[in-house]
């Protein structure tokens, strides 16, 4: 970004006589809004008597662009004696005439402020135009460190639509805050321990391939797995037969009570991989380390790269046994017939139940391992923040994990977050029903492939069409899902995520490479160039472009406040108001056939927002065509 200086030369180019106020915390030189919120700001502290501290946070960004720029809601101010409809009436009226903002519109208690398109057009474009890939984050990260913990699917367990939807919103959360100064961690915290690789371990020995498992580690394991449970679950048919004829009795922290022989191998095996046998490790890190490098290859695909890979079996016997021993301390922890168990009510927090910390056999749990990985990771790390991206069925683990280590006394509890989301209804692939993430992505691939193909003409334009298929179809995935707020459930729709009309990654793509198309049609025509950062920006007054540029000028402001909901469909939203800005555009802001000095303001508008919209894309994780 300019440095201060420079941005208070080039605001005084352009006639803004005074100095710009820079409040504490606003990041005037990368962040546009906070130039007009800072003199928005110290002007209505003058009006109003009320102190800058709290005018300027109360300077709220605008659901839509017809109610402004920044809107202030007076009854935040909490002024007494005065009605709030009055207040803003007299605030409005008293409002001097300025170069950069119009006079606030009253809407009852409600003053709404719009940045003036003489100002807002070279401020913002020459910025972008400028700082190109740089344009939106503001630096608010530096020195802060987070683990952002997503997507970590089970080993041998088919990668549910929970595993996705964790795996984008994760991505997209690493990449914003990556992209605003933070020391980002990617974790993958695989299930990569536990009874079921007893299971797996039986399994493959009687059942497995070795050339299935290095060819497709994944899909064999899963056979397996699926192969070896219908064994097990038959000879538990037969137990329980068995057990009802005798009147045997239920143990009641365990939840398969009928046990056969292979369940009983199954739980050796297990054992054996606890007490370090070589060999049955040996077999689990084959199975780990080849899926490893299968899903390596899947996240690729999605432009996702993790720094650490660990798993619950990266946890140690050492912060296992610590963390019990303080539990026991603390006086946390209880027996109960044989097993050591957390009883929350006990503990002011009725509402998480009770929980399983150690089986009878010594054996622990996810929720035992849970506590060890994060007390490891504080040690390791000493994090400023780490957030879990997992499916809201687990609400009540992640909260009785943040409870525990609240009650241990470890006060960076407050630094961990949950980040839930909702179901993904009815996903499956366009045969089958269990879906891998894989078989996803090439459904989408294969069916955009399809719909290109219709329009022929286009069709043997496109240089690469396997890579512009892939990417879309991936777009129209990922789109999908981070359309809505995290919480709400969606229903997978093939149609619907594939279509090119409505707010769906095939109309994202083609925006964007609408914009190119624009920029290239202008190259053909003045092949000797033409430079846009010599355009007479001031030429830009119609509605259309000074909307276009007020909503090109928020895109800072918009990531900023994505770090605070940690919602992708903040940027989401953002990205759908400024293409639906550009589709009705094109036919009033036309380029070619314009006298030169027009063209190529225009030209530089939709450069700035092709740069705006293609960084936005990049920071959700999507790959912006050129041409589809
Ligand atoms: N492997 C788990 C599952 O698939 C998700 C892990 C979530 N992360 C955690 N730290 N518990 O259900």
């Known amino acids: 970004p300019p440095s201060i200086d420079e941005l208070q030369a080039q605001l005084k180019s352009l006639n803004v006589t005074d100095p710009l106020p820079v409040f504490p915390g606003s990041n005037p030189t990368s962040n546009p809004v906070d130039v007009f919120r800072c003199y928005i700001a110290e002007e209505l502290a003058k009006i109003s008597g009320v102190d800058i501290e709290l005018v300027y946070p109360a300077l709220e960004w605008t659901q839509s662009m017809d109610k402004g720029d920044l809107i202030l809601a007076v009854p935040r101010l909490r002024i007494k004696g005065k009605k709030p409809d009055e207040l803003a009436q007299e605030w409005a009226d008293k409002w001097p005439e300025n170069d950069f903002i119009e006079k606030p519109q009253v809407h009852k208690a409600f003053l709404s402020f719009f940045f003036k398109g003489s100002m807002v057009a070279p401020l913002v474009l020459n910025d972008i135009l400028k700082r190109k890939e740089n344009y939106g984050p503001v630096n608010t990260g530096k020195g802060k460190r ?9 080993i041998a367990k088919p990668f549910h639509a929970g595993h996705l939807r964790s795996t984008i919103i994760g991505g997209f959360l690493s990449n914003v805050h990556e992209a605003c100064g933070w020391d980002v961690i990617r974790m993958n915290y695989l299930g990569d321990w536990g009874k079921q ?3 797996l371990g039986v399994g493959f020995k009687r059942f497995g391939s070795e050339q299935k498992l290095i060819d497709d580690p994944i899909h064999h394991l899963y056979e397996i797995y699926v192969q070896i449970n219908k064994v097990i679950t038959e000879e538990a048919e037969i137990e ?17 009570t009928y046990k056969g022989p292979t369940d009983d191998e199954a739980r050796a095996f297990f054992k054996k991989m606890e007490d370090g046998d070589q060999e049955a490790l040996g077999l689990w890190k084959r199975f780990r380390d080849l899926s490893i490098d299968k899903y390596k290859t899947t996240y690729a695909r999605l432009n996702i790269f993790y720094d650490v890979y660990s798993g619950e079996s990266q946890v140690s016997t050492e912060s296992l046994n610590k963390a019990a021993q303080m539990m026991k301390d603390k006086g946390i922890s209880q027996e109960d017939e ?20 150690q089986k009878k056999d010594g054996t622990s749990l996810y929720l035992t391992r849970d506590i060890g990985a994060a007390m490891e990771r504080y040690e390791k790390y000493k994090f400023d923040k ?21 009650l241990l006394g470890l006060d960076w509890y407050k630094k961990c977050q949950h980040i839930n989301f909702g179901m993904v209804q009815g996903m499956s692939t366009r045969k089958g029903t269990v879906v891998f993430l894989d078989d996803i992505l090439a459904g989408a691939r294969d069916s955009m492939h399809e719909i290109m193909k219709k329009n022929a003409d286009k069709y043997g334009q496109v240089e690469d069409p396997d890579f512009v298929a892939d990417t879309v179809g991936r777009t129209g995935v990922m789109i999908q899902d ?3 707020k995290r919480i709400n459930n969606y229903v997978f729709s093939w149609d619907r995520m594939l279509s090119f009309e409505g707010d769906t990654g095939p109309y994202l793509q083609y925006a964007h490479a609408r914009l190119s198309s624009i920029g290239r049609k202008v190259r053909e025509a003045y092949p000797e160039g033409l430079d846009v950062t010599k355009a007479d920006l001031t030429l830009l007054k119609e509605p259309h472009a000074v909307n276009l540029i007020r909503c090109l000028a928020q895109y800072p402001d918009v990531l900023q406040n994505t770090l605070k909901t940690l919602e992708p469909t903040t940027v989401v939203t953002y990205l759908f108001k400024m293409t639906h800005l550009l589709s009705s555009s094109y036919d009033v802001l036309r380029v070619l056939g314009e006298n030169k000095e027009l063209m190529l303001a225009r030209l530089a508008l939709y450069a700035a927002a092709k740069q705006v919209l293609g960084n936005g894309m990049k920071v959700l994780g999507l790959v912006p065509v050129e041409r589809m």
């Open 482 to 484: 981070m359309a809505g």
């Open 338 to 357: 044989g097993a050591v168990i957390i009883d929350f009510a006990k503990l002011g927090a009725k509402k998480l139940g009770k929980a399983v910390l």
């Open 146 to 154: 987070i683990i952002v913990e997503f997507s970590s699917p089970n």
């Open 240 to 256: 329980k037969a068995k057990a009802e004829a005798e009147g045997k009795k239920f143990d009641k922290y365990n939840k398969q």
């Open 197 to 199: 690789f007893g299971i």
């Open 386 to 406: 780490m957030i879990y991206v997992v499916a809201s069925q687990q609400d009540l683990h992640l909260n009785q994990l943040f409870k525990i280590l609240e």
